[in-house]
């Protein structure tokens, strides 16, 4: 344990080998946000806009379940094995989706994806903040979500470009066998458990008598009874909500609007693109200016790029659209994740992380059944600008309940809550970890 050591300098080997395991993470998402849609619209003849998303309800309800038991099996069980886990789930799912003779069948491949998604990028996600410690939480989680997203955006662009000149299936979804491949075998024979570094770090910012929380206890105090935990849960679903919308409802907005298949494929891939690349700044920026203001500020970003699509009809609108909703998630997704590593102990650390990604990617489902009920109810912008609302009212929430978690661990406060008193030792040192 003396030769464990925190920090990205430190680990920069292993950071950087689970920056591209998160890369073929999110190419495996990339593939289905250009196709899908049209693939349910032309091939299975589904026209009810709910029908059509149902893939994102079925995708973002078994991804937030995984997200919670993958915090848990996390802790119990080492980041690796759930890691490597989440990979063998992937397997069938480039081959469902090449041959699934009914849409039921392509519901299913979700079902997989979803669970697949929330054990590996969970998992990436906790062992990177293992490793970074907490002086770079923001630019660990940036670089993890340029990967991941930045990935997402390539492989969507790609699909479209395969689709338009060799058809909505098979050959689009050759590329997911290859990341299923190259990401298992990095996670099984490169990938190193990281539990041990959390609990180095654990051992340096309390005392020995830290009480654990139970499952349920860290459920409660991260979604409702700690007023940081909950606001930053309830971001993170609204955030997820507009990415559900984005995946399913923008590229029927963009062919309603006499846009190409390429077209789709471009638009479709600029916003998790500008996601992607922002991150890079926004990450290490939050460490720097903290992480509330980034937060409100990405959501008015993100409301307003929402609206630009509503009223948009011609390609260069679109994409200003979508560039606004890409800058406003880079400002809010990593420095969500690293507000997460400033309030939550070492000790329960990688289970409030599962917990916030339990209400973030419901709003997967959430958003696709809002979108899909209002589209089908009053159309495609009455959709859109109810999504907007939602992120203007999000973003204030953030800014009249959360407090400022930066460097919240070198100074002291006055919580009273009872399972996560400080005791004096850390109180002497200046740490706390409640809310």
Same mark, same amino acid.
């Given at each position: 344990m003396s030769q464990v050591r925190l920090g990205l300098r430190e680990n920069l080997g292993q950071f950087s080998l689970l920056v591209v395991v998160n890369a073929f993470v999110g190419a495996m998402v990339g593939l289905e946000r250009t196709i899908l849609p049209r693939i349910a619209e032309e091939e299975f003849h589904l026209a009810a806009k709910s029908a059509v998303l149902s893939f994102i309800v079925v995708f973002g309800l078994t991804k937030a379940a995984t997200n919670y038991f993958a915090g848990r099996f996390s802790d119990r069980f080492g980041r690796k094995q759930v890691l490597v886990g989440g990979w063998l789930v992937a397997i069938p799912v480039p081959f469902l989706l090449m041959?699934?003779?009914?849409?039921?069948?392509?519901?299913?491949?979700?079902?997989?994806?979803?669970?697949?998604?929330?054990?590996?990028?969970?998992?990436?996600?906790?062992? #990177?903040?293992?490793?970074?410690?907490?002086? #770079?939480?923001?630019?660990?989680?940036?670089?993890?979500?340029?990967?991941?997203?930045?990935?997402?955006?390539?492989?969507?662009?790609?699909?479209?470009?395969?689709?338009?000149?060799?058809?909505?299936r098979p050959e689009p979804f050759y590329m997911g066998v290859g990341f299923v491949a190259l990401g298992l075998l990095l996670s099984v024979f490169a990938v190193r458990e990281t539990n041990h570094h959390a609990t180095h770090e654990a051992k340096l910012t309390s005392a020995s008598g830290e009480k654990s929380l139970t499952a349920g206890e860290v459920f409660i105090h991260t979604s409702f009874k700690d007023r940081d935990l909950s606001s930053i849960s309830q971001a993170g679903l609204v955030n997820n909500l507009n990415d559900g919308m984005a995946w399913g409802l923008f590229p029927l907005v963009y062919a309603a609007a006499g846009m190409s298949l390429s077209e789709v494929g471009t638009l479709a891939a600029i916003y998790p693109a500008v996601w992607g690349l922002g991150q890079l700044v926004t990450g290490a920026w939050s460490d720097r200016v903290g992480r509330k203001r980034l937060i409100v500020a990405g959501k008015v970003v993100q409301a307003l790029g929402i609206i630009v699509i509503a009223f948009g009809s011609?390609?260069?609108?679109? !994409?200003?659209?979508?560039g606004l909703i890409g800058l406003g998630t880079a400002m809010v997704y990593p420095t969500l994740l690293a507000a997460i590593g400033d309030v939550a102990h070492p000790s329960w650390r990688a289970s409030a992380v599962?917990?916030?990604?339990?209400?973030?990617?419901?709003?997967?489902?959430?958003? !696709?059944?809002?979108?899909?009920?209002?589209?089908?109810?009053?159309?495609?912008?009455?959709?859109?600008?109810?999504?907007?609302?939602?992120?203007?009212?999000?973003?204030?929430?953030v800014a009249i309940r959360m407090r400022e978690t930066l460097r919240r661990f070198e100074r002291p406060t006055a919580s009273s809550?009872?399972?996560?008193?400080?005791?004096?030792?850390?109180? #002497?040192?200046?740490?706390?970890?409640?809310?």
């Open positions: 041959w699934a003779p009914s849409w039921s069948w392509i519901l299913f491949a979700n079902a997989l994806l979803g669970v697949s998604q929330g054990l590996t990028w969970s998992t990436t996600v906790i062992m #990177k903040i293992d490793l970074a410690g907490p002086e #770079k939480r923001g630019l660990a989680m940036g670089l993890n979500e340029f990967a991941g997203y930045f990935a997402v955006a390539g492989s969507a662009l790609a699909t479209g470009f395969v689709a338009a000149n060799y058809g909505l011609v390609f260069g609108v679109f !994409a200003l659209g979508a599962g917990v916030y990604r339990l209400w973030r990617d419901s709003g997967y489902a959430i958003g !696709a059944l809002l979108a899909g009920i209002i589209a089908d109810s009053f159309g495609l912008v009455a959709a859109t600008l109810a999504v907007a609302a939602l992120n203007l009212f999000s973003g204030f929430e809550h009872e399972t996560q008193v400080a005791t004096a030792a850390r109180d #002497k040192e200046g740490v706390t970890v409640d809310g």
